[in-house]
């Protein structure tokens, strides 16, 4: 075993969806989304689409809803809405659509955020759930915070060999009754 890593674990390949929240952002200038495509291609994953969609609930909504009904879309990752100003309603957004919320990913990513911005970091309401069995995670809009989050916990959790556990070798009960 090389760190948290089994090499005896055969990694498996997610299909992961990236959504970035703006009313400014175009695909040109969606730093922070390309990031995220280009750390989850990194890691041997999936991109199983890619779009932006304006700070809007029922947008926000509409988009998310079609991808957990996918049942080839097995990840999602949001980036931006996040804050506190009243623009920032990804939180209000998703959470309705969330079967459980995943608690600890705010407060680690918060935490880890802590690091390199310091108190700035209670500014970020990241939050993560589950909804029909599919892992959403919801960072903040800016490349860093992208770059922590995917960093520092989502690639670990989207890796089967991460040990002692992660969210892959248990995703197939997650629609237990």
């Known amino acids: 075993m090389t760190g948290n890593k089994s090499?005896?674990?055969?990694?498996?390949p997610l299909n992961i969806a990236v959504m970035t929240v703006s009313d400014s952002r175009t695909e040109t200038s969606d730093t922070a989304g390309k990031l995220l495509v280009e750390r989850l291609i990194g890691a041997g994953h999936?991109?199983?689409?890619?779009t932006i969609v304006i700070d809007d609930r029922y947008a926000i909504r509409a988009t998310l809803?079609?991808?957990i009904a996918d049942a080839n879309i097995q990840a999602v990752l949001i980036t931006g809405g996040t804050g506190l100003t009243g623009r920032d309603i990804t939180p209000e957004a998703v959470t309705p659509l969330f079967d459980k919320e995943i608690d600890g990913f705010g407060e680690l990513f918060r935490y880890l955020s802590y690091k390199t911005i310091k108190t700035s970091s209670l500014q970020s309401r990241a939050i993560s759930g589950l909804a029909n069995g599919t892992p959403i995670f919801c960072l903040p809009g800016s490349p860093g915070a992208c770059r922590d989050g995917w960093d520092g916990i989502i690639v670990h959790q989207l890796d089967r060999r991460h040990r002692p556990c992660n969210l892959v070798e248990i995703m197939p009960r997650f629609l237990e009754i």
């Not at 090499?7 to 498996?12: C, M, T």
């Not at 999936?46 to 890619?50: E, F, M, R, S, Y």
């Open 7 to 12: 090499s005896k674990i055969e990694f498996v």
């Open 46 to 50: 999936k991109l199983a689409g890619k």
């Open 65 to 67: 809803s079609n991808w």
